[in-house]
T-cell receptor, first 114, second 115 residues
Framework: GQSLEQPSEVTAVEGAIVQINCTYQTSGFYGLSWYQQHDGGAPTFLSYNALDGLEETGRFSSFLSRSDSYGYLLLQELQMKDSASYFCAVRVFLSSGSARQLTFGSGTQLTVLP | NAGVTQTPKFQVLKTGQSMTLQCAQDMNHNSMYWYRQDPGMGLRLIYYSASEGTTDKGEVPNGYNVSRLNKREFSLRLESAAPSQTSVYFC??????????????FGSGTQLSVL
């Protein structure tokens, strides 16, 4: 089958570094995406890794290891505004459709403490 | 810069009532999606439309219908609402093809309660 696993909650203090892991099982793989969602808000795209390695965008970085079916989102210099849910997502074939569609993990609630 | 616009933002229905959620995007995207989000379950795909004139079932299509009215608009209809359809509904859009297909743009969501 296909699945995405990520921790349900992570807590860190302001200024710290936090890593949110995601492991996946899919039949075929096209890349790992990360989305951020604040309470009551819409998900917003953060990053996408199609190849192994680290992608950096400001304070956020995303890593992928296709051989390990594993990726992570790294948040540096944490700020209070980073408190949000973070979702990893992969593109999978659905039994009902003909094209791969984006499937999301259950999300990791990040709480940043002062 | 409207992006993806959803209406309404909130809706309360009684069991058996019908309603249509509206979604429009102004980014000239080919693909549009409807997701639902329940606590602790992430986002689950209901229906999607890869291009104008086509629609396909997603992971949880039962109890829903969709219409891709034109390139901009993609509506979701609940014919006979059930309490199990209480959820937050998100419309999204994306370009099609290449790595940019992974970047979905989401609307602000519709909080639907079915009593």
């Amino acid at each position: 089958g296909q699945s995405l696993e990520q921790p349900s909650e992570v807590t860190a203090v302001e200024g710290a570094i936090v890593q949110i892991n995601c492991t996946y099982q899919t039949s075929g793989f096209y890349g790992l995406s990360w989305y951020q969602q604040h309470d009551g808000g819409a998900p917003t795209f953060l990053s996408y890794n199609a190849l192994d390695g680290l992608e950096e965008t400001g304070r956020f970085s995303s890593f992928l290891s296709r051989s390990d079916s594993y990726g992570y989102l790294l948040l540096q210099e944490l700020q209070m505004k980073d408190s949000a849910s973070y979702f990893c997502a992969v593109r999978v074939f659905l039994s009902s459709g003909s094209a791969r569609q984006l499937t999301f993990g259950s999300g990791t609630q990040l709480t940043v403490l002062p | 810069n409207a992006g993806v616009t959803q209406t309404p933002k909130f809706q309360v229905l009684k069991t058996g009532q019908s309603m249509t959620l509206q979604c429009a995007q102004d980014m000239n995207h080919n693909s549009m999606y409807w997701y639902r989000q329940d606590p602790g379950m992430g986002l689950r795909l209901i229906y999607y439309s890869a291009s104008e004139g086509t629609t396909d079932k997603g992971e949880v299509p039962n109890g829903y219908n969709v219409s891709r009215l034109n390139k901009r608009e993609f509506s979701l209809r609940l014919e006979s609402a059930a309490p199990s359809q209480t959820s937050v509904y998100f419309c999204a859009s994306s370009v099609t093809g290449g790595s940019t297909v992974e970047k979905l743009f989401f609307g602000s969501g519709t909080q639907l309660s079915v009593l």
